[in-house]
């Protein structure tokens, strides 16, 4: 009777593996990213960042 070795086996399709678990990270990260950018993340931040940098408008004189 012959025996495989534990390095002989076929690595099924689900063990997580090093280099599955960073491409899992990966792809992870780029569905954050996708749906950052579809929710205007980017667009949301310059406007907030253009606010922030431009003067407040001179305040109405109060009224009598």
Not at 6 to 32: A, N
Not at 55 to 63: N, T
């Amino acid at each position: 009777m012959s025996e495989d070795k534990p390095e002989d086996k076929p690595i099924g399709p689900w063990k997580l593996t090093p280099g599955r678990i960073v491409i899992l990270i990966l792809g992870v990260l780029l569905v954050l990213y996708t749906a950052s950018a579809l929710l205007g993340g980017l667009s949301n931040y310059q406007t907030l960042r253009d606010s922030a940098l431009t003067p407040p408008a001179p305040a109405a004189p109060p009224r009598q």
